[in-house]
């Protein structure tokens, strides 16, 4: 593993050694939708891929009052309905000792995706990883939350909230 280092942010993960820096921004619609219902556009701030088939996204904003992972969860499921996404699942991951909320989803059949929903110190850290072939999913979808898991801040945060 090779550690991913973001010092606008504040964060760092570990990346398998394989996996390389990609130039990925996120797709219009889904962008466009959000940034109608929340006035602002989010960007990646952090992407990687190991072949063409995955690929990992990182999204980072301001999140204060920090939600609970129930609120984080409810606020995906709206924005789900909204881009009609199918196959919904959630579940939570617990990262820096605290649980956080990730989703499963598929998009038009074509795109099935794992996002993670990290909230700490009032920033939330958007993890996603998505490919287009639904066996890999299966097959690589425990490699992504070993991925997600050494997700850490890069200074000290009280998690106590």
């Not at 990609?22 to 190991?50: E, M, N, Q, R």
């Not at 196959?87 to 649980?99: F, K, N, P, Y």
């Not at 990290?118 to 939350?145: H, K, M, N, P």
């Amino acid at each position: 593993m090779k550690t991913y280092r973001n010092e606008e942010h504040g964060f760092e993960i570990d990346i398998p050694n394989d996996w390389s820096p990609y130039d990925y921004s996120l797709p219009v619609i889904p962008s466009l939708l959000f940034a109608i219902v929340h006035g602002w556009a989010p960007k990646v701030d952090g992407a990687f891929t190991c072949s063409y088939k995955e690929i990992l996204n990182i999204v980072v904003e301001s999140m204060m009052p920090e939600p609970s992972p129930e609120l984080t969860e409810s606020f995906f499921l709206k924005y789900a309905r909204s881009l009609n996404l199918a196959d919904v699942h959630i579940g939570r991951i617990t990262i820096l000792d605290r649980e956080h909320t990730w989703a499963i989803y598929n998009f038009e059949n074509k795109v099935w995706s794992k996002k993670y929903m990290i909230v700490l110190a009032g920033t939330g850290y958007a993890i996603t990883v998505c490919c287009d072939d639904q066996q890999l999913f299966s097959q690589r979808e425990e490699v992504w939350d070993t991925i997600v898991e050494t997700f850490r801040l890069l200074e000290p945060s009280d998690n106590s909230m």
